[in-house]
């Protein structure tokens, strides 16, 4: 756990703030990063390490292991694990190691490869892909939102329940999630707070849509960026005036204003 400097008071009121990637951090579409705003939070990462005054910031996200890690270091994140593929991986910065969620067996790991084929056999030919990096989930993209949500999230969720998978289903913004019944971005904070010993009364949040309620709950104080959805805002603390990672900005300046 990060401490005060000697002779100091710890004057920050949470240890950790633990983010959403996609819609938080960075836009969910292919718009290119904010450099200035991410700049910040780096910045802000490296004063939590020097002064002690502020919680580091780490993430809590469905993206893939890789994806997560290059974030990890974009923010300046070099001691506290972060969460990726919604719960399946915890990544140590500090040490460079990967841990797989010991509850992820090799027949949840035959199911998903199950799901995976028969997603690309129905899907492959009207131009649906899958994300690629993942290792205990699959998730489906298609450039068509609404046929996405209408037309294959139904297929997607009958196909599993007729086939028994244990798998659950759900929507962000422009992807459709297939994630281990037993595994999600709850379980990973879990994990997280018994590897790092911080308790829930020191911890904040940030999310922006229903999938990060787990986060919510999970933590003292959760805000959200402008641009988050209805249904998660109304578990925030706080809402920033600003969307993504300008909101994030704002929110970590809260923190510590």
């Known amino acids: 756990m990060l401490r005060p400097m000697p002779g100091t008071l710890p004057l920050r009121q949470y240890d950790l703030v633990i983010a959403d990637i996609d819609g938080c951090l960075v836009s969910e579409t292919t718009a290119p990063f904010d450099l200035e705003s991410l700049t910040k939070v780096r910045r802000y990462n490296e004063l939590a390490l020097e002064r ?6 780490t993430l809590c996200s469905g993206r893939p292991q890789p994806f997560a890690e290059s974030i ?3 923010i300046g994140n070099t001691t506290m694990p972060c969460v990726c593929e919604m719960g399946v991986w915890t990544y140590h910065p500090g040490t460079n190691r ?3 969620d010991p509850a992820i067996t090799p027949s949840h790991l035959r199911a998903v490869g199950e799901l995976s084929a028969w997603a690309a056999s129905e899907f492959g030919g009207i131009g649906v892909t899958q994300q690629p990096g993942k290792n205990a989930s699959v998730t489906l993209w298609h450039p068509d939102t609404r ?3 209408e037309e294959i ?3 997607v969720e009958r196909r599993i329940r007729e086939s028994g998978w244990p798998f659950r289903v759900s929507m962000t913004w422009y992807y459709i999630n297939c994630d281990l019944a037993h595994v999600s971005k709850g379980s990973g904070i879990d994990r997280l707070l018994k590897m790092t010993g911080l308790s829930r009364a020191r911890l904040a949040g940030i999310g922006d849509t229903t999938g990060d309620k787990c986060i919510a709950e999970r933590v003292a104080f959760f805000a959200c960026p402008s641009n988050a959805q209805a249904g998660i805002k109304e578990h925030a603390h706080y809402i ?3 969307p993504e990672a300008e909101g994030v900005v704002e929110i970590l300046e809260r923190l510590i204003g």
Not at 52 to 57: E, K
């Open 52 to 57: 002690g005054d502020r919680p580091i910031v």
């Open 72 to 74: 990890c270091r974009l």
């Open 98 to 100: 990967y841990e797989m």
């Open 147 to 149: 046929r996405l949500r």
């Open 153 to 155: 999230f139904p297929a």
């Open 240 to 242: 920033a005036s600003k």
